[in-house]
């Protein structure tokens, strides 16, 4: 009965170096989002996937950003080639149905 | 381009007042709007929904109001308490997707 997980919840890269965050759905949630959340900002929209299919990847800010949620449960989102600007917090959150999404707590990106 | 946005980034209640919350909307197609409660170190939480079909909704000691002529959503918390301080977004379902506004910042004083 657990709610969405993730980690790391804290991340320290370098610039230049790839991370990848994970997300650990609701059980049985067939759909999963990511957002971005810049401080004191509202989370931004990322991507979009309904089980392994990702439906909806046009708030990816750059082809440096990839998801993948292979079997339609845990997702991993990769950042490469890291830059400061993609200091923030990621959330994840899933949901059965389209309105309410469940959130995790997030990992929060630091890039030096 | 059309985005939620709030008011009021922070608002100052004692405990035991009530408190409201505003947002402003500009995307007329929206008809679904939630309310996320984030507390520091957290993921938003859900707290209320309510549809474009409705002008209000209630739950426990909160209340959504909807005025769809003036695009204006508003969160109603009564007898605020301090677990209530928290960062609270009003957010719209468009085109399948959470858009979220910036934030009101609540802080209950004693």
């Known amino acids: 009965g657990a709610g969405v997980s993730q980690s790391p919840r804290y991340k320290v890269a370098k610039r230049g170096q790839d991370v990848a965050l994970r997300c650990d759905p609701i059980?049985?949630?067939?759909?999963l989002f990511w957002y971005q959340q810049a401080l004191g900002q509202g989370p931004e929209f990322l991507t979009y996937?309904?089980?392994?299919?990702?439906?909806?990847k046009s708030g990816l800010p750059s082809d440096r950003f990839f998801a993948e949620r292979p079997e339609g449960s845990v997702s991993t989102l990769k950042i490469q080639r890291t830059q400061q600007e993609d200091s923030a917090v990621y959330l994840c959150?899933?949901?059965?149905?389209?309105?309410?999404?469940?959130f995790g707590p997030g990992t929060r990106l630091t890039v030096l | 381009g059309e985005s939620v946005g709030l008011h009021l980034p922070t608002l100052s209640v004692q405990e035991g007042d009530n408190s409201i919350i505003n947002c402003a909307y500009s995307n007329s197609a929206s008809d679904y709007f939630i309310w996320y409660k984030q507390e520091s170190g957290k993921g938003p939480q859900f707290i209320i929904d309510i549809r474009s079909n409705m002008d209000k909704r209630q739950g426990q000691r909160v209340t959504v109001l909807l005025n769809k002529t003036v695009k204006h959503l508003s969160l109603q918390i009564a007898a605020t308490q301090p677990g209530d301080s928290a960062v609270y977004f009003c957010?719209?379902?468009?085109?399948?997707?959470?858009?979220f506004g910036a934030g009101t910042q609540v802080v209950v004083t004693p």
């Open positions: 996937f309904q089980n392994e299919a990702q439906l909806d």
């Open positions: 957010a719209e379902i468009a085109w399948g997707k959470l858009q």
């Open positions: 959150a899933s949901s059965a149905d389209p309105g309410r999404q469940f």
């Open positions: 059980s049985g949630h067939v759909s």
